[in-house]
């Protein structure tokens, strides 16, 4: 089984639309983060969470919200979806700032 | 602010060695790592430089100055596999890691 995983794997929705995306993981790592990434481009940061109790934002926080509901469990919200928030989104994550992070596979948002 | 370059586009032949460079200006630095990704797929990590120096990791290796800001990956024996985008990323002093746009590597046959 995957150590990250991520739901949905493909979304369409529309203009307008509250979408929410989630990620687990059974790594038992303390930290999570949550990336964008456009055609052609790097990944950008969105948010970040060290532990439950400490969530930060991003470079792209705008238009985002995140809930860490569990240490296994790290939700974006998009509360108003826009069509240039269609990307293919990343959960990722890492027992250390200096540590590697080990991404999940991935959600393809399509906003109409 | 944040500003990691890295080419656009690399292209080699299969069994060659292929350098990918990296150069950086960063709030801080923490870390630079270097990251593979293939289309549509995550992000897979290859190596850490915190420190000055060559790190060699089988047939990849990966290369530190932290003066100059600049690092490299160094890929020996390229096989097609290889085909990927190469991701540059760097840990700054907010603890975050901004990313490079990557490096679009094709190994032709």
């Known amino acids: 089984d995957a150590d990250v995983t991520q739901t949905p794997r493909n979304r369409i929705t529309k203009t307008g639309k509250r979408i929410m995306l989630e990620c687990s993981q059974t790594k038992g790592h303390d930290r999570m983060y949550w990336y964008r990434q456009d055609p052609g481009l790097g990944l950008q940061l969105i948010y970040y969470s060290f532990d439950v109790k400490d969530i930060n934002k991003g470079e792209i926080s705008d238009g985002y919200s995140v809930s860490r509901q569990a240490q296994a469990k790290f939700s974006l919200s998009l509360e108003s979806a826009i069509p240039n928030q269609t990307a293919l989104y990343f959960c990722?994550?890492?027992?250390?700032?200096?540590?590697?992070?080990?991404f999940g596979p991935g959600t393809r948002l399509t906003v109409l | 602010g944040q500003n990691i370059d890295q080419p656009t586009e690399m292209t080699a032949t299969e069994g060659a060695i292929v350098q990918i460079n990296c150069t950086y200006q960063t709030s801080g630095f923490n870390g630079l790592f270097w990251y593979q990704q293939h289309a549509g797929e995550a992000p897979t990590f290859l190596s850490y430089n915190v420190l000055d120096g060559l790190e060699e990791k089988g047939r990849f290796s990966s290369f530190l100055s932290r003066s100059k800001g600049y690092s490299y990956l160094l890929l020996k024996e390229l096989q097609m596999k290889d085909s990927a985008s190469y991701l540059c990323?760097?840990?700054?002093?907010?603890?975050?890691?901004?990313f490079g746009s990557g490096t679009q590597l094709t190994v032709l046959p």
């Open positions: 990323a760097v840990l700054g002093s907010a603890r975050q890691l901004t």
């Open positions: 990722a994550t890492s027992d250390g700032v200096g540590n590697e992070q080990f």
